[in-house]
């Protein structure tokens, strides 16, 4: 009877210890360190008004982020990689969550809507420009950017931004600068 419960005690000890070692390779700490690197995206996520966190998953392994799952807009897509990138201990972020297309859109019009709504993006981030005073158009890949800016300076940091937005084929600029008189 003894011996039985000792056998019985070291078979569950020897099932115990071998789940535990099969689970991971990864130190306990670096288990806890990419835990709450994904916990604090997650905590991100969910207090942006324009992410809908239950549709993105969210992975970190040895502090690499990777965000999968299906988004409505393209701009939900890029603030979710840019919140996972500015979280502290993130070594890089792998940005698979797909963009829904609407109904009847085909593949151009969805691209074209993205490379305005990433531009846009971009324009509204950068501190020295007003996105309200530039007008951002996409067809086939080629922006036209047009409107009234301040300054002489921001309208090649416009065409530049646009410019370097993947997507984009050519950028033609209406721009004007505001006369002082």
Do not use: H, W
């Amino acid at each position: 009877m003894y011996r039985q419960r000792i056998l019985g005690t070291l078979g569950v000890l020897a099932l115990a210890l071998t789940a535990v070692a099969c689970t991971t390779t990864r130190s306990p700490g670096r288990q806890l360190d990419d835990g709450a690197i994904t916990a604090k995206i997650e905590s991100k996520l969910t207090a942006d008004p324009d992410i809908n966190p239950t549709n993105i998953d969210v992975d970190t392994l040895n502090g690499m982020v990777t965000l999968r799952g299906e988004v409505e807009k393209q701009m939900a897509k890029d603030a979710a990689e840019r919140l996972a990138t500015e979280t502290s201990g993130v070594k890089g972020v792998d940005n698979q969550i797909r963009v829904q297309m609407e109904p009847g859109e085909d593949d151009e019009t969805g691209s074209d809507a993205a490379i305005t709504a990433k531009i846009k993006t971009k324009l509204a981030a950068d501190p020295k420009i007003n996105p309200f005073n530039v007008d951002v158009d996409t067809l086939d890949g080629v922006v036209t950017l047009s409107g009234i800016i301040g300054e002489a300076e921001n309208l090649e940091r416009i065409v530049t931004i646009a410019r370097q937005t993947e997507g984009v084929v050519e950028v033609r600029s209406e721009l004007q600068v505001e006369d002082d008189d």
